[in-house]
């Protein structure tokens, strides 16, 4: 991928993704967010935006004889470029975007095809700090984001302890 494509690239991913599709409570489970969005896999792909093809989740990949797992693995057809999603249940940690380079290393030098461009990545996590993530990948070649997720049934922050949360009302109202 040139240096001028870089920063457009990202700029077609949001900075946080509403995923509704999966309960409140169950947003601590990475494999279960993954499960629920491969169940979902279009409501997904119609939040990320325009031109995504599903290629697999958990996506094998191979380095002298150790396996590595993509946890979503996605082709965008207007970039022509492979999209790693690696998703994160807490909060963004620099060893993330560490993992993920690792990745987008890996599937350009044996995945990705002659005429496409090289693969971006996304780690979507519970929360970030925007500082964090500017260190963890102010250095690398690799075309990379940080977003988060939520669901419009978690409770903001600032209502914690005023109002009970989702789970709590619809057994009060049972």
Known sequence: MSESLKPSALKVFKDEYLLDFIAGDELEDERYIEQQVVLNI??????????????????????????????LLFFNRYLQCLVAFELKKGKFKPADAGQLNFYLNVLDEKVKLQQENSSIGIVLCKEKNNTVVEFAIKSFDKAMGVATYKTSKQTPAQMKGIFPDTNELGKLLQ
Request: with cysteine; aromatic share 20%; hydrophobic share 40%.
């Open 42 to 71: 279009r409501n997904f792909i119609l939040q990320m935006g325009k031109g995504f093809c599903f290629i697999g989740n958990q996506y094998r990949l191979e380095v002298d004889g150790d396996e590595f797992f993509i946890d």
